[in-house]
């Protein structure tokens, strides 16, 4: 077993094109053999989307040694889903999105496909990773990221991660003051929708929206982080389950009567 | 304010002509002014999704007193965010969601558009609740989860949700034998695509699968409640951090030197 490779696999939300995905395979391959399987166009913001209605598909779009890359018509979960069933040899050893262009910090993990990504490899039983960059541009400059990250991939891959538990991690831009285990800020989004046009009684509005920190004194929070020039690491549960309700729901437990 | 009647948002993710919707709508307008905001096509699957790359709409399709339907051409969290930036006069005392054509309980959580409505109105700090049946036919029969749908609806909206917490609440299909407050059953699904056609060299799948209970024996899980007859309610955080796992990534705080 020890002349084996690590297998990763790779994949995000941006596409297969974009430069987050490419600086995340350079940065990864010293690591171990690479697949990747990435949306074949802009996914953002699809969460965990499945693809239901129609089938999917997937092209080999390059293969060298310790490297394949396939585009996929599907969401990013459906990537990690059927490289499962397919272009994998074996179970993969760590499952990495991004590096997204774009934060994914505090209510994002939420909305992200790159997360996705991750809870759908944390699903499968394997420690899964995401990252983000807090830049949306498309030539985002990644490069002070890369160390952290090829770091952190590597201690996943010796230490492991629980069952149930992924790693959300969010850069800010430019130079790092270093790293922080975070938990998810509470905060929202407002004023989300542009009224873009009216077409008679048919309304158009496009998303858009200003994110309101709702503890931004948290020392401990991911939003405080990046705020203050850190890398912010979040450990995310796919156990969703509010342990602490479950004794303080006995009021739902008895149906009325029908009374109409 | 005790003149004022409930207000209650509804969606779904099976769209706005389902059976589905049409009878929790039924169900609940008793209880107070139902406001509709649902997709205008089936977004089953579609998790948390939002359309970010181009406008959406949505159209009255009915008013009366105390009821207003409109469709939208967004997922069913864009249904649930644009609603409250547009049609809703004021913050609604509960979000609804369903009721679904299928089961959302143990990991379909992650994938589920109900699921999608529920969370982003408990991000937005109303009690929210998914309603889904074990059974995907367009006219399942949804009659025995009714008294129960309107009897947890009126509980919450007497009771409250803490800050955070939302309720997902699985039938069984038949009579019930009654409610159990559940935790999500840790499962997963295998044997997820269908080899569905070729066309040179793309290779094209269908999202079928067979779901695996891993606690088929654990009498509070979900999986359990409803293999045995009873409806589940589930309390899901929105707050996925991993709250024990802070302590335990001190292994990723240090970046480890260039070797390039």
Chains 1, 2 share one sequence.
């Not at 994914?104 to 496909?113: D, E, R």
């Not at 790293?179 to 998810?184: E, F, G, L, N, T």
Request: with cysteine; hydrophobic share 35%.
């Amino acid at each position: 077993m020890e002349n084996v490779r690590p297998l990763i696999l790779v994949s995000n939300d941006d596409g297969v094109i974009s430069k987050g995905i490419s600086e995340l395979v350079k940065c990864l391959r010293p690591l171990g053999d690479v697949v990747v399987m990435a949306p074949d166009r802009m996914r953002s913001g699809c969460a965990s989307a499945l693809t239901v209605n129609e089938p999917i598909h997937y092209q080999l779009l390059r293969q060298e040694p310790g490297l394949a890359v396939y585009k996929c018509s599907g969401t990013p979960t459906d990537c990690v889903k059927l490289a499962f069933h397919t272009v994998l040899s074996r179970k993969p050893d760590l499952v990495v999105a991004g590096i997204n262009h774009g934060d994914n910090s505090s209510v994002n993990v939420h909305y992200s496909g790159t997360m996705g990504v991750v809870i759908e490899g944390c699903l499968k039983g394997i420690p899964s990773i995401g990252f983000s960059l807090c830049d949306h541009s498309p030539n985002a400059d990644f490069s002070h990221a890369l160390a952290y990250i090829r770091s952190m991939a590597r201690q996943v891959l010796q230490h492991g991660l629980p069952p149930l538990v992924c790693l959300n991690v969010n850069f800010p831009v430019g130079p790092l003051q270093g790293v922080r285990i975070c938990s998810q800020t509470r905060g929202d989004w407002t004023n989300e929708w542009e009224n873009f046009a009216h077409r008679g009684d048919a309304h158009y509005y496009w998303l858009t929206g200003e994110y309101i920190n709702r503890e931004s004194e948290n020392e401990l929070s991911d939003h405080w982080a990046l705020d203050h020039g850190y890398a912010a690491v979040t450990p995310v549960t796919v156990d969703v389950t509010a342990y602490e309700m479950m004794n303080r729901l006995d009021f739902l437990l008895t149906p009325e009567t029908e009374e109409e």
